[in-house]
């Protein structure tokens, strides 16, 4: 790679300086970098650069410093393919979902539709499978059709949401210390048009074959629940409810700073938009959407829940998209949403792994009731 062929810093409207959100450093979230001065790279010298920038350790650095998000602009990224391809230069190993409320489609090695829920409607902020014990450390999302309005992927920091409340609403984030959250998801026989909307068979029906009578495909499933909830009920309509019981108040390992890790302003986000805060939680488009509890069944206090979705919203970024960009996440320090839109939009999404342990709880001892920790009672 020539000394002409790197990238180069750039910045975009809405930005945030890192020492807002509780770090120690004095830097622009999200990092935005595109190829410098002149340089128009291939598909391969974008691979190349990537990937000498990911094994060197410098972009990770600097992701570090810009609270865990990077936008690369500017890249020859047009099918599927190519994202694959670039994406798999950061070096992360794949991530296998395990469970699955949102619709996706395969389009490539790793790569898939990043939701297929409707365009009308919004995604609340949230982290990649924060309801979950099993969740990927690292998210990629890329564009391929920009739409002709709206669409934007709003970015926030759990970091800062994570410092606000402490200051805003210490005596929630104690309770949430304690008693962690709990998330109900229910699944019903069929997909439907929704932002959750996937079919029992579509989350945990991966070893479901064509051949399986009703019993074996309950054994089936039911293993695969297993792997991160033993927590889990079969209704007469065929449909499944599963349970999580999480922390949501964790330390981020790379910052050492507190982080908010979940689903509960999506989730809420969600109960309220679609009419289903009240038992039995069926909203207007005729999915469940009950919402978040403390890990103790108790609810959540409506004021608190109301909060932390409107500092979520207040500390958003706008990644307004250009076909071609290319999003790095760290899932543990960094929520998304998306907006609604009109027109065409493609942005596909990868999940991935790390190596090493990016996010750690609070010992049982001081902060955090046995069965909480790991998830599961």
Known sequence: MSERQHFEAFTFEGQQNTTSLGLDTNELFPLALKPAGAWVPTLKESIQTIKQLSESGELFDQIKKHGGAVLIRGLPITTAQDYSEVAHAFGFPAHEEVGRPPIRTVLAKNVK?????????????????????????????????????????????????????????????????????????????????????????????????????????????????????????????????????????RKHVDTGLTTWFGNVTSAWGRSTHHGATEPPYRGDDDSYHPPPEYGDGTPIEKEYLDLALSLAESFQVLVKWQVGDIVLLDNYAVMHSRSPWTGKRTVLAALWDDSRVRISDYPKNESQPNGVVDGRQ
């Open 113 to 249: 539709t990043a939701n297929e829920g409707p365009p009308e409607l919004p995604i609340w902020p949230h982290n990649e499978y924060g309801w979950s014990t099993i969740n990927p450390s690292w998210l990629t999302f890329s564009c391929l059709d920009v739409p002709d309005s709206g669409g934007e992927t709003p970015i926030i920091s759990s970091l800062g949401i994570a410092r606000a409340l402490k200051e805003q609403a210490p005596e929630f984030i104690e309770k949430l210390l304690q008693k962690g959250v709990r998330y109900v998801y229910r699944y019903g026989l069929e997909d439907v048009r929704s932002n959750t909307g996937t079919s029992v068979i579509g989350a945990y029906g991966q070893h479901v074959q064509s051949g399986d009578d009703q019993e074996t495909i309950r054994r089936k499933i039911e293993e695969e629940v297993r792997r991160h909830s033993n927590l889990f009920e079969w209704h007469e309509d065929g449909s499944l409810s599963v349970t999580h019981i999480v922390p949501i108040i």
